[in-house]
């Protein structure tokens, strides 16, 4: 594809499209013009931040009413007369209704006109004899992707260092999945409760069976002590590695296995994420593959009761994360028949019980998949 000074875009919520040809060094425009109807100008907003950050050059152009075809001739006449001097312009046609598309084609017919296809990573030239496509270069980071979605990142352990300890403890507990599935649920319980009373040590019954697991932590460290009445954590991080983080830093390290295999855009751990409002969000884990946001929830704990919650919340994050995000659901408790069925109407992919021992398998293969569907 050709490289040209300006790119024209129309601004709608899917803000992928109109960033990846923007990023690509090989067609990196110097300026950009946000065209943007009523409806849009919050959205115009974040990305004329975003680019004037990148050093690019933005203007701000209104459409006004996007389902009014005429005011929309009009307005995308006006822009066009501005510019009909340029030589080194181009239009991105993916934003927008319909009608916005329509409009912009039928006035810009003597001008470079081109499509993004987010599904494929792919520019296609319109206009041509013969249409050529162009392959985007997969610049965009995790804190990027967030910001033109209106999210900051507040904090993240980007490619986060996990010690080998705590990879053989993950590997123990998951190779012997039926051995210790129910032990864990009681020391989740344990490490919580020890959590509520602002406790490193809990009283309890703790079975012969149970101290066996405990002992697994034991030797990573992350437990002082134990006996048969009472359980002792090194510290307050140590405890929240007992109570789940475990499964997390197992999943951290996974996500280093699928880079080294398929080569990831970005990828990170425990993600804080804000909202221009102030709203919170926590992310387990996150990667980009292909400007494709996979965001991944991890679980160890029981999730009869809040299993449903815990498929909502994902599928919130999604939302608000644009149209082509996948969730990713890693528990180590098997879900309920009601709540896989939820997953699977959610379009939520999960990764339960002992196929967490193949994690980075089963990423690869959902990677593959979504590759094949597009």
């Known amino acids: 594809m050709q490289k040209y000074d300006i790119q024209i875009l129309i601004v709608s919520g899917q803000m992928i499209p109109n960033v990846t040809p923007v990023l690509d060094e090989a067609i990196r425009p110097k300026k950009v013009i946000l065209c943007a109807s009523n409806k849009m100008q919050a959205s115009a907003g974040v990305l004329a931040t975003f680019f004037k950050e990148k050093q690019i050059e933005t203007e701000h152009f209104s459409l006004g009413d996007a389902y009014d075809f005429s005011e929309l001739q009009e307005r995308f006449l006006e822009l066009a007369s501005q510019y009909e001097n340029e030589t080194s312009i181009a239009v991105n046609l993916t934003g927008g209704n319909k009608l916005m598309t329509i409009a912009a084609q039928m006035v810009f017919d003597e001008i470079p006109c081109f499509y993004v296809v987010p599904e494929r990573d792919q520019i296609l030239m319109l206009g041509t004899e013969k249409t050529t496509s162009y392959e985007i270069q997969n610049k965009i980071l995790l804190h990027d992707y967030f910001k033109i979605h209106g999210y900051t990142v507040k904090n993240q352990n980007r490619k986060k260092t996990i010690t080998p300890e705590a990879v053989e403890l993950a590997q123990n507990i998951l190779k012997q999945y039926d051995t210790y599935k129910k032990q864990l649920s009681v020391l989740n319980a344990l490490a919580a409760k020890a959590e509520d009373a602002y406790s490193l040590a809990i009283r309890n019954d703790i079975s012969d069976q149970t101290g066996n697991l405990l002992n697994l932590f034991y030797q990573h460290g992350s437990i002082k002590y134990y006996d048969d009445k009472k359980i002792e954590f090194a510290s307050a991080e140590a405890r929240n590695f007992c109570k789940g983080f475990w499964l997390e830093d197992y999943v951290l390290n996974e996500l280093a296995t699928v880079d080294d295999t398929v080569g990831l855009q970005d990828w990170a751990g425990s993600l804080e994420i804000e909202s221009a409002s ?97």
Do not use: H, P, W
Not at 322 to 333: D, E
Not at 342 to 364: C, M, P, V, W
């Open 278 to 374: 102030g709203t919170k969000n926590e992310i387990d884990a996150a990667f980009l593959f292909n400007n494709a946001l996979y965001v991944i929830e991890c679980k160890t704990a029981k999730m009869e009761a809040k299993g449903s919650d815990v498929l909502y919340k994902i599928d919130t994050i999604r939302g608000y994360a644009g149209f082509y995000t996948q969730s990713i659901v890693a528990t180590f408790k098997e879900l309920s028949k009601y709540d896989r069925q939820r997953a699977n109407d959610l379009k939520i992919n999960l990764i339960e019980g002992k196929n967490l021992n193949r994690f980075s398998d089963r990423i690869i293969e959902i990677i593959q998949s979504d590759q094949g569907e597009k």
